[in-house]
């Protein structure tokens, strides 16, 4: 009887524990976001990120300057206050700043346009009409 009983709480336990790690399948809104985020990139009217953004003047209030990436080592890390960063080949708006910590970890700073990115947060925003 005693086994019985603690096959039982144990048979308990894992449904519970499969109830809680399992995750909800989206429905109405979220599942259409959902299927919509897979290809994105097929639908969105614009480029992104944005060729026309100004992403020296977004660096700029963070802190940053852009330097050309063939001169990079040979410039000072620190101007007028302003950082050395260059940008990533084949990611526009994403930036790279001088080896910090020691000579190969380097901060990497994302500026393109947070509020027209293709991310669920803002395909939910979009109206389903």
């Known amino acids: 009887m005693k086994k019985a009983e603690n096959d039982t709480e ?3 336990e894992e449904s519970v524990q499969k109830t809680k790690s399992a995750p ?3 429905s109405g809104k979220d599942q259409l976001v959902y299927e919509f985020a897979k290809r994105w990139w097929y639908v969105m009217p614009a480029e992104w990120p944005p060729k026309d953004f100004d992403y020296a003047a977004e660096l700029e209030k ?3 300057r852009i330097v050309p990436q063939d001169s990079f080592r040979k410039q000072l890390n620190v101007v007028n206050g302003l950082t ?3 940008e990533v080949d084949g ?3 994403i930036f790279k700043s001088p080896n910090v910590l020691c000579s190969f970890i380097q901060k990497i700073i994302d500026v393109r346009p947070k509020e027209s990115c293709p991310s669920i947060d803002n395909f939910r925003k979009l109206s389903t009409t």
């Open 91 to 93: 990611y526009r708006g």
């Open 84 to 86: 050395k960063v260059h």
């Open 10 to 12: 144990r048979k308990e």
């Open 62 to 64: 963070e802190g940053y």
């Open 24 to 26: 909800a399948k989206p």
